[in-house]
């Protein structure tokens, strides 16, 4: 499926979703969950790629997988909501600690859209009321920490930003 195929899908699918169609929403949203990763990878690789396009790709990615989650959990599929926001959470986390120009300049919608993304799987985890969900958390925050210190230490030079 195409870049364009997948934002047609996201906006069919949000909207199914605001008309209570789940089921058709969850379909739609697997689909662009699915290729929407690979546009992401394939953008980074494009010099002509303005920071703007990937925050907007970046941006779907969240949203998305925050309505896939949502879904899947209505439909009592706890465990592939989780995977869900986990999958999205860690790509995201992945792209921000990649050295390229053009991630140091999205640098603060990756950090937003991974608090984000983190806030969601807490709230998820919290919600299910079981200590093995609040384990699970517990070793993404953990990750989550590493993340950050790799941040600080693969940080891009000033000089390399020009």
Request: hydrophobic residues 45%; aromatic residues 8%; negative net charge.
């Amino acid at each position: 499926m195409d870049l364009q195929q997948s934002w047609a899908h996201f906006l069919k699918a949000e909207q199914l979703l605001d008309q209570g169609h789940w089921p058709e929403a969850h379909y739609l949203f697997d689909q662009v969950l699915s290729h929407l990763p690979g546009h992401i990878q394939n953008a980074l690789d494009q010099q002509e790629l303005k920071p703007c396009q990937l925050a907007c790709l970046l941006s779907g990615l969240r949203d998305a997988a925050v309505h896939q989650s949502e879904i899947l959990n209505k439909m009592g599929a706890q465990q592939q909501a989780f995977q869900v926001l986990n999958q999205s959470y860690a790509l995201v986390q992945f792209i921000s600690i990649e050295p390229s120009p053009l991630v140091a300049a999205c640098a603060d919608t990756l950090h937003t859209h991974s608090e984000d993304l983190l806030r969601h799987l807490g709230a998820f985890c919290a919600a299910q009321r079981n200590a093995q969900w609040m384990i699970e958390f517990e070793q993404i925050e953990q990750a989550h920490h590493h993340f950050a210190s790799l941040k600080d230490h693969s940080a891009i030079p000033p000089r390399m930003m020009n």
